[in-house]
T-cell receptor, first 117, second 116 residues
Framework: GAVVSQHPSWVICKSGTSVKIECRSLDFQATTMFWYRQFPKQSLMLMATSNEGSKATYEQGVEKDKFLINHASLTLSTLTVTSAHPEDSSFYIC???????FGVGYTFGSGTRLTVV | AQKVTQAQTEISVVEKEDVTLDCVYETRDTTYYLFWYKQPPSGELVFLIRRNSFDEQNEISGRYSWNFQKSTSSFNFTITASQVVDSAVYFCALSEPQTGANNLFFGTGTRLTVIP
C-alpha cells in the first residue's frame, strides 16, 4: 500500500532556531500534500496545502513566513518552522494523496513531535 | 461551522463491552467521503474506513462496524467486544472533492479508554 515517510519523528530545538520536517511519498506520486498541526488533546487542524511546483495555500491564521513549505518534486514536501518559539511546540503530521490513483485516498506520515525549549 | 461533530469527548468502557462512537457531519456537496481514523498514543493515524456518499450500506470488519445514515448525516462507528488495544483517540473526517478543497476536515476526536 501507499506509504508516506515523515522525518524526523521527534525534534527538540532551542527557541529562535529553525526546524525542517520532511514528508516523502515512497511508492506513489503526490501532486498535493497537506500539513496538519495537532496540539495536545486536540484535533488535527489543516495548516496548508502543498502543491508540487507552485506556492502552498495556507489556512487562515497560519503565518506563511513562519511556516515555509516547499514541494519541489512529486514525492517530497518540506515544512520549515522558522524562528521557532515554545508556542510552536506541537505534533505536525503530513498527508499525501496519490496523483494517479486518485480515489480520494489519503496516506498520512507518522508525524513529528516538535518541542521548542 | 463545524463540518464534523464528535460529541463524545471521552468514553470509558470495560473490556468486552460494545461501544459506539458518534459522528455527525455537515456538507452541501452531493459527492463526499467519510473516514474514520484511529490515533494510538504513539501519534500516527491509522486508517480504518472510507465511505463515499453514494454507498449507504453498513460495513463490518471483524469487531468493527459502521452505520452510515444520510438521513441523519451520521456515520457512527461501533466496536464490539472491546479490547484494551482499542484504547486510542478516534477521529471522524470528511472530504468534499466537489468544492475543490481536497483536504480532510477532522472532528475533535473521541478518546476511548478500555478498562481491563
Amino acid at each position: 500500500g501507499a506509504v508516506v515517510s515523515q522525518h524526523p519523528s521527534w525534534v527538540i530545538c532551542k527557541s529562535g532556531t529553525s526546524v525542517k520536517i520532511e514528508c516523502r511519498s515512497l511508492d506513489f506520486q503526490a501532486t498535493t500534500m497537506f500539513w496538519y498541526r495537532q496540539f495536545p488533546k486536540q484535533s488535527l487542524m489543516l495548516m496548508a496545502t502543498s502543491n508540487e511546483g507552485s506556492k502552498a495555500t495556507y489556512e487562515q491564521g497560519v503565518e506563511k513566513d513562519k511556516f515555509l513549505i516547499n514541494h519541489a518534486s512529486l514525492t517530497l514536501s518540506t515544512l520549515t518552522v522558522t524562528s521557532a518559539h515554545p508556542e510552536d511546540s506541537s505534533f505536525y503530521i503530513c498527508s499525501a494523496r496519490d496523483s494517479v490513483q486518485f480515489g480520494v485516498g489519503y496516506t498520512f506520515g507518522s508525524g513529528t513531535r516538535l518541542t521548542v525549549v | 461551522a463545524q463540518k464534523v461533530t464528535q460529541a463524545q469527548t471521552e468514553i470509558s468502557v470495560v473490556e468486552k463491552e460494545d461501544v459506539t462512537l458518534d459522528c455527525v457531519y455537515e456538507t452541501r456537496d452531493t459527492t463526499y467521503y467519510l473516514f474514520w481514523y484511529k490515533q494510538p498514543p504513539s501519534g500516527e493515524l491509522v486508517f480504518l474506513i472510507r465511505r463515499n456518499s453514494f454507498d449507504e450500506q453498513n460495513e463490518i470488519s471483524g469487531r468493527y462496524s459502521w452505520n452510515f445514515q444520510k438521513s441523519t448525516s451520521s456515520f457512527n462507528f461501533t466496536i464490539t467486544a472491546s479490547q484494551v488495544v482499542d484504547s486510542a483517540v478516534y477521529f471522524c473526517a470528511l472530504s468534499e472533492p466537489q468544492t475543490g478543497a481536497n483536504n480532510l476536515f477532522f472532528g475533535t476526536g473521541t478518546r476511548l479508554t478500555v478498562i481491563p
